[in-house]
């Protein structure tokens, strides 16, 4: 198994600004915090980042574990914790750990993989691995629910090759704890062979002047899967297929939306 080699999305200063440009996508909270109540207690969340998905679950009193390779992450997501009512803290536990290879000792009736995670295992050894840990930690009768991007080919076609796409704006906001105005530019690049998606970013900090006080890189990289690469993969690690949704609202899935998947551990196990 290869080591964890944190993105660098999710490292220092760019993790801080992590909440400020990763939003999430139109109805994400709402749907997870819904299968959590309905699952009940415990949750597991696999790459909770930040908390952006996990702290409203524990706010809306279900128990929830948060499980993420990238220590910064997980700091601001504890800062976050340690401002909530005591009550609502002790429902919430934070571990660093890989997806890949955990043993938390328990079982969980629900695990998450929220906004693209399980995109971050970029072979398909390391989503073979993830998966069977995953099916040791659920409950009989327990759920997996995640969602990933269904890859358009369209944009692969105009991505691809050795130098991908030209930089552009991606956004601009005001950096809230510093007040500078900041500018993310990115690149991509999509590796057809491999089926990753390397996104190279800017994060530029101006001034009042308008001087660039600051330029840090950081990489994105991620390796997508088609629809029925998804659903196969899926069986072969011991899961049956309970819905494929094409968004949170739990409409049908559409070539090049998002994949919101839910699944059991088969009967089949394995070998
Ligand atoms: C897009 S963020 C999602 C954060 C949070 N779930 C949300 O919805 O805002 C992906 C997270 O997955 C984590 N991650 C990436 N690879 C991981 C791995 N192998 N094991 C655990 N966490 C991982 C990253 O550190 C990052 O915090």
């Known amino acids: 198994m290869n080591e964890f080699q944190s993105d660098g999305i999710y490292r220092d200063q760019t993790a801080e600004l992590y909440d400020t440009f990763s939003t999430g996508l139109v109805g994400d909270v709402e749907f997870y915090v819904e299968e959590a109540k309905r699952a009940g207690s415990p949750v597991l969340e696999l790459g909770c980042g930040t908390g952006r998905i996990l702290i409203p679950i524990a706010e809306a009193g279900v128990e929830i574990v948060g499980l993420d390779a990238a220590a910064s992450m997980l700091s601001i997501a504890s ?24 043993d938390l000792g328990r079982k969980f009736s629900l695990i998450l993989i929220p906004y693209r995670a399980f995109l971050h295992l ?25 969602n990933v991007f269904d890859p358009r080919l369209e944009t692969l076609a105009a991505h691809s090759g050795p130098f991908g796409s030209a930089v552009k704006k991606l956004m601009e906001f005001t950096d809230p704890s510093t007040h500078h105005r900041t500018i993310i530019w990115d690149s991509r690049q999509y590796d057809c062979e491999r089926q990753v998606l390397v996104e190279d970013r800017i994060i530029e900090k101006i001034d009042e002047g308008g ?23 899926l069986n072969l690690c011991g899961f049956e297929i309970e819905a494929l949704y094409g968004d949170f609202h739990r409409g049908a899935f559409r070539y090049g939306g998002e994949q919101v998947w839910i699944a ?8």
């Open 79 to 102: 800062n976050k914790v340690s401002r909530l009512p005591e009550e609502i803290q002790t429902r919430i536990q934070l571990v660093v750990g890989d997806m890949r290879a955990f």
């Open 122 to 146: 970029l072979t398909v050894e390391d989503q073979k691995q993830a998966l069977g840990v995953i099916r040791d930690h659920l409950m009989e009768g327990g759920q997996l629910v995640f």
């Open 211 to 233: 001087t660039v006080i600051s330029r840090n890189y950081a990489t994105l990289t991620l390796r997508y899967n088609s629809r029925f690469e998804m659903q196969h993969l």
């Open 264 to 271: 059991r551990p088969s009967g089949h196990i394995p070998g």
